[in-house]
């Protein structure tokens, strides 16, 4: 099966279509289950996990999801060693 150059163009801008979407839908989520207000901005939330030490790389886990869900700084730090 040969595929059109438009075709692709197609196909590929319905794939993103469908990701956004299913990214929207994710933080959607999280912001239903998330906590009414969050105590902390993010900026601080990164700040008080920096304090304990630790140092962000790629491989770290995804801190803004670890923030938005509630997680304390502490605990963080202490599942990501």
Do not use: C, H
């Amino acid at each position: 099966m040969k595929i059109t150059k438009p075709q692709l163009k197609q196909i590929i801008l319905e794939e993103l279509s469908s990701l956004e979407t299913g990214e929207q839908r994710r933080d959607f989520q999280k912001m239903t289950n998330a906590p009414a207000q969050q105590q902390t901005s993010f900026e601080e939330w990164v700040s008080a996990v920096s304090a304990f030490g630790y140092e962000f790389d790629e491989n770290s886990p995804n801190p803004y999801d670890a923030w938005f869900g509630g997680q304390s700084p502490e605990e963080y730090f202490r599942s990501s060693r």
